[in-house]
T-cell receptor, first 114, second 114 residues
Framework: KAGVTQTPRYLIKTRGQQVTLSCSPISGHRSVSWYQQTPGQGLQFLFEYFSETQRNKGNFPGRFSGRQFSNSRSEMNVSTLELGDSALYLC?????????????FGSGTQLSVL | AQSVTQLGSHVSVSEGALVLLRCNYSSSVPPYLFWYVQYPNQGLQLLLKYTSAATLVKGINDFEAEFKKSETSFHLTKPSAHMSDAAEYFCAVSSGGGAQKLVFGQGTRLTINP
């Protein structure tokens, strides 16, 4: 079974631009969640989608948004990029997104904002 | 609100020595607790999880953790460290409710000395 796939692996953008990151979950998994990882703030929850609906959202500004498609693939978008958005963005999938479920993580997209 | 504190951002042990990584949590409801490991340039991988079935939890690669409610702790141990254990380790807590939202500790970087 293929793992969680995130594309692209690396991105370089400039301030003010927008970016879209993609995540393909493990086949059969319906829950996709996103996390931001930075040296200063660590790992922080962005949002979680299940069956195309956002079920949970972290404490991030509205510039961060996401969506999930009918095949469970997910995208996250960051508009009006700021230097502080430079981070590793990790996508994780699970079967139902239940609180006690194991998450399967992708290798992440490393975003650098110049 | 939930929180996780990992004591020690860096831990260094000799190959063959005991590994002990400390984690304390705060949760207003019975928690689900996890330990994840992150190798360089990779996503996170689940080592083990506590979901109230047993207080001593065994995971992959001979890691185990003990849930102690009275101490609000979930420390990770391994009897004998291997060079391949060098990585960053994250403790995380998830509450009940309909969807998983992990709150991570700041991580502990484990170094193994030959």
């Amino acid at each position: 079974k293929a793992g969680v796939t995130q594309t692209p692996r690396y991105l370089i953008k400039t301030r003010g631009q927008q970016v879209t990151l993609s995540c393909s979950p493990i086949s059969g998994h319906r829950s996709v969640s996103w996390y931001q990882q930075t040296p200063g703030q660590g790992l922080q929850f962005l949002f979680e989608y299940f069956s195309e609906t956002q079920r949970n959202k972290g404490n991030f500004p509205g510039r961060f948004s996401g969506r999930q498609f009918s095949n469970s693939r997910s995208e996250m978008n960051v508009s009006t990029l700021e230097l502080g958005d430079s981070a590793l963005y990790l996508c994780a999938s699970s079967s139902t997104g239940a609180p006690n479920e194991k998450l399967f993580f992708g290798s992440g997209t490393q975003l650098s904002v110049l | 609100a939930q929180s996780v504190t990992q004591l020690g951002s860096h831990v260094s042990v000799s190959e063959g020595a005991l590994v002990l990584l400390r984690c304390n949590y705060s949760s207003s409801v019975p928690p689900y607790l996890f330990w994840y490991v992150q190798y360089p340039n990779q996503g996170l991988q689940l080592l083990l999880k506590y979901t109230s079935a047993a207080t001593l939890v065994k995971g992959i690669n001979d890691f185990e953790a003990e849930f102690k409610k009275s101490e609000t702790s979930f420390h990770l141990t391994k009897p004998s460290a291997h060079m391949s254990d060098a990585a960053e380790y994250f403790c995380a807590v998830s509450s009940g409710g309909g969807a998983q939202k992990l709150v991570f500790g700041q991580g502990t970087r484990l170094t193994i000395n030959p």
